[in-house]
């Protein structure tokens, strides 16, 4: 491993710690606050009035920063499944936080993941492919994301409980896979010269896509249905962030033969698997914990 990646790979990791911890602290207060703020802008002004959430945003801060260290490094295809460790963390955070015990099916959970994120990242190019993607291919897949999240939310905003929390939490999860790829040109642009990303138009959409994305993922986990959300956010966050890197920057898994897809298929269907059980640990563990503090 050259110490290029080595450093990608420790910067994803701070990464996936810092937003596990913003994860709990933000599962803690947000499903608090009253249906009605549910994806207005003025659901994160009754946020950002709780302390605890505050310090989650922060947290989100230092997160950001070290994943867009991170994407300058190496491919997105290969720092995004990395931040599925972050569940991996906020299970391990939220059992401490509660002084709840973490179950024997929630190890063989993180076993699965972690076999399964490693066993991909063996097959993934850490390095290569494109800094940014062409407008006409933006052109394409822009469209296609804002089509996608725009139905996730209004089935979302028609729904209750389980699924409208899984709904808006897939809706985040695109919106933070593209938020990747645009922070990754950002990177680029500043490697230029600190202003040399003013005239470009992704800055611009980064912003959208990663404050929408924030709205849209509190509005998910203010359901209360922590299990759902937070796996759906997780999920679709490694999902759309990988196939952004794959088709839009040309990067590639070195998987050629028979058997390396097989191997491919299986360590995604163990990532995904291990998200989902790993998300539903962390509602048993911090969902007793929030309504005993919410009455």
């Not at 290569?128 to 089935?155: D, H």
């Amino acid at each position: 491993m050259s110490s290029r990646v080595a450093i990608a790979t420790a910067l994803s990791l701070a990464t996936a710690l810092f937003y596990a911890i913003s994860n709990v602290l933000e599962l803690l207060e947000a499903e608090q606050v009253p249906d009605e703020y549910a994806m207005r802008p003025t659901l994160l002004l009754r946020l950002i009035k709780r302390p605890r959430w505050l310090v989650g945003l922060l947290s989100d801060f230092g997160g950001y920063i070290c994943h867009a260290a991170a994407l300058g490094l190496a491919t997105v295809v290969f720092v995004e499944p990395i931040l599925a460790t972050g569940i991996l963390m906020s299970m391990f955070i939220s059992s401490a936080f509660v002084h709840r015990p973490v179950l024997r099916a929630d190890w063989i959970a993180a076993g699965v993941l972690s076999g399964g994120l490693a066993l991909f990242l063996y097959e993934v190019s850490p390095t290569g492919g494109r800094q940014l993607a062409r407008t006409r291919e933006w052109l394409i897949a822009g469209p296609s994301a804002i089509a996608a999240i725009g139905i996730c939310m209004v089935f979302g905003h028609a729904t209750r409980g389980r699924p409208r929390a899984a709904l808006l939490g897939v809706a985040a999860g695109i919106s933070f896979g593209v938020s990747a790829l645009l922070t990754k040109a950002l990177v680029h642009y500043l490697g230029n010269g600190i202003f040399d990303w003013v005239p470009h138009w992704e800055p611009y959409a980064l912003a959208v896509s990663a404050i929408g994305g924030v709205i849209v993922a509190q509005s998910a986990l203010q359901t209360g249905a922590l299990g759902a959300a937070v796996g759906a956010i997780e999920a679709m966050s490694v999902i759309s962030g990988s196939l952004f890197g794959l088709f839009l920057l040309n990067e590639h898994v070195g998987a050629h033969s028979a058997f390396e897809i097989s191997a491919v298929v299986i360590s995604i269907a163990a990532i995904l698997g291990g998200i989902v059980r790993l998300s539903q640990a962390e509602e048993r563990l911090i969902g007793g914990s929030a309504a005993s503090a919410s009455a």
